[in-house]
């Protein structure tokens, strides 16, 4: 069955397209549907308010449309001064200067000839491995990890915030854990059984130095949820079919 949005058709191609986009999600294609059906109900929306004309369609951003429809329909209110301290005081470790990490990673590339399940399951059958005999991690890396720091068993050296993905760093200097991380840790380049040898902690800036930055993340985060409740209102109004989504209603990626 086509994945239509109240009659307007979603073709099989751009699913395609979006699939690529979604490659780390658990199910990559149930992510780029609710991705496609999210932007498509809030153009919708937008042309039944005539904020988006039939000429704007083409060359409007996804972007662009969610901003017209906040300005009249949502009120996201920002952070007082108050949150942004609470989250300072609770979240010190993202704001740390001059914090290190000595890690070790093994790394199972995502590939597009290979099924994505198949790449995790290799990988989960090596965090496993390597969680009942912590000091088989180096002999694991050598032989299965796709990253050349395999040669070296896993090891990155010492690393400094900035020097690597974000959300590989968000794992890394993330709490004060040590030894291998319990579960997978899901980039950009696929899943990475990871282990912890070392942390070097820096210094704490004053909060005014942090507080702007403080201040747009939580305000990003609240405009997020209010996003994501926006979509399902209009997906509870709406007729969806062909989505091929156990989780419901739809979600703007």
Do not use: W
Not at 196 to 204: L, Q, S, T, Y
């Amino acid at each position: 069955m086509s994945l239509s949005v109240n009659g307007i058709v979603i073709d099989a191609r751009r699913v395609a397209d979006e699939i690529d986009l979604h490659r780390d999600a658990a199910d990559p294609e149930a992510a780029a549907q609710r991705a496609l059906v999210s932007r498509e109900l809030l153009r919708q929306r937008a042309r039944d308010l005539r904020l988006l004309t039939d000429a704007d369609d083409a060359n409007a951003s996804d972007d662009a449309i969610v901003d017209a429809l906040f300005t009249r329909d949502v009120q996201v209110r920002r952070p007082t001064e108050a949150e942004c301290r609470a989250y300072f005081h609770e979240h010190a470790s993202q704001f740390r200067v001059g914090d290190k990490v000595q890690a070790s990673h093994i790394l199972f590339a995502l590939s597009a000839g290979v099924p994505l399940s198949t790449t995790l399951q290799r990988a989960q059958s090596a965090l496993d491995a390597v969680l009942a005999e912590p000091a088989s991690f180096e002999s694991v890396a050598q032989s299965m990890s796709d990253c050349p720091s395999g040669r070296a068993g896993g090891s990155l050296g010492m690393l400094a915030r900035g020097s690597g993905a974000p959300e590989f760093e968000l794992v890394l200097f993330c709490g004060d854990r040590l030894g291998v991380l319990p579960r997978l840790v899901n980039t950009r380049y696929g899943f990475h059984v990871v282990r912890i040898e070392r942390r070097v902690k820096g210094r704490m800036p004053p909060f005014e130095r942090v507080a702007e930055r403080i201040a747009a993340l939580l305000y990003e985060q609240a405009r997020a949820r209010a996003l994501r409740h926006y979509v399902a209102l209009l997906a509870g109004a709406a007729d969806i079919s062909g989505a091929n989504d156990n989780e419901g209603t739809p979600r703007v990626q």
